[in-house]
């Protein structure tokens, strides 16, 4: 319990930090708050089973020069998992920090690093089962940023604690994009993987997601995504996953309000392999989002992040889409 509010009381500094920052004439400052519920349904299993969450999610970014900027973003969310009409009830609360200082070049090119933790506590009622794993995830990205596009790549390491036996290791990479057609039309897409080296045995997590923005230019926009997750287990076969994404907002600055408000709905479909079982997910998300400093509107509660290139692991974003 005390980790856990050490986590608390650190992102409730992170949180206080950029905003402070805001109020000095100094370091340059955005960000994005979105205050989230999602509620899924998972279908196709023997018992019937339903996930509804709460979540808050803060991205920002710092400029203490034209070259030297640092991100710092948190997110929280606690849901319950209803099991078979109430039989059995999971309590999810997830917990994520980040800080990601980046050198400017000037000429649109960037490098930085980043380090990112994250806190899962599981517990499971009316059974007296608990679990809480603390992950870590480190390492390089760069990129280019330029007029409408934008390109960038990383490559890094996860830890877990309890710790991973010995011998276990984690590669993280990926690469992301997004290009602005135009005023109205944005393009965007990302390819992730997770690799684990298990001792002699390789598994792989690869995400790929593509998506799209288009505002239509009265504060009303559309966007969405269609992505899969394949997760290679060695010589247990491949697991698969392909889902869908589509979602609208409303921009209320228009009539004197700075928020955005969304709603979206995502449905994905499960290949289990051998196992004869067919899942498949309904998502239905709501949202208010709040531009911090002249930053963005983009929802941060919505399964187009992956595709946006928002995620430093497979793991990370498979654990945030569901």
Do not use: C, K
Not at 74 to 83: A, N, R, Y
Not at 183 to 193: K, M, P, Y
Not at 199 to 223: M, Q, R
Not at 277 to 292: E, K
């Amino acid at each position: 319990m005390s980790h856990l509010r050490t986590i608390l009381l650190s992102g409730a500094a992170l949180v206080a930090l950029p905003l402070a920052a805001q109020a000095q004439t100094g370091p340059g400052f955005s960000g994005t708050l979105t205050l989230g519920y999602s509620s899924s349904s998972i279908g196709g299993l023997p018992v019937g089973v339903d996930l509804d969450a709460l979540s808050i999610d803060v991205v920002t970014d710092i400029a203490f020069s034209d070259a030297f900027t640092v991100g710092l973003d948190f997110s929280m969310s606690t849901g319950s998992l209803d099991i078979a009409g109430g039989a059995l009830d999971l309590d999810i609360d997830l917990i994520g920090l980040a800080i990601e200082p980046a050198y400017h070049f000037g000429n649109g090119a960037y490098v930085g690093v980043y380090y990112r933790m994250g806190d899962l506590d599981l517990s499971l009622a009316p059974l007296p089962i608990a679990l809480g794993v603390d992950t870590e995830s480190y390492g390089v990205f760069g990129g280019y940023e330029h007029g409408p596009l934008w390109v960038e790549g990383f490559i890094g390491t996860s830890d877990s604690d309890p710790g991973l036996p010995s011998g276990i290791d984690i590669m993280d990479y990926g690469i992301a994009m997004s290009y602005d057609i135009n005023s109205q039309l944005a393009v965007f897409g990302s390819v992730i993987r997770t690799d684990i080296d298990a001792g002699g045995t390789d598994l792989d997590l690869t995400a790929i997601s593509v998506g799209a923005d288009y505002d239509f230019g009265n504060g009303l926009s559309a966007y969405g995504s269609v992505g899969m997750l394949d997760i290679g287990l060695g010589p247990l076969g491949d697991f698969d996953a392909t889902g869908m994404t589509i979602g609208v907002a409303y921009d209320l600055a228009s009539m004197g309000t700075p928020m955005t408000l969304n709603l979206e709905y995502s449905h994905t479909t499960i290949d289990l392999g051998p196992i004869p079982l067919d899942p498949d997910i309904d998502r239905f998300a709501i949202g208010v989002t709040i531009p911090l400093g002249g930053g963005s509107s983009e929802p941060l509660n919505s399964n187009t992040r992956t595709a946006r290139g928002d995620y430093r692991s497979a793991i990370a974003a498979l654990a945030n889409s569901l």
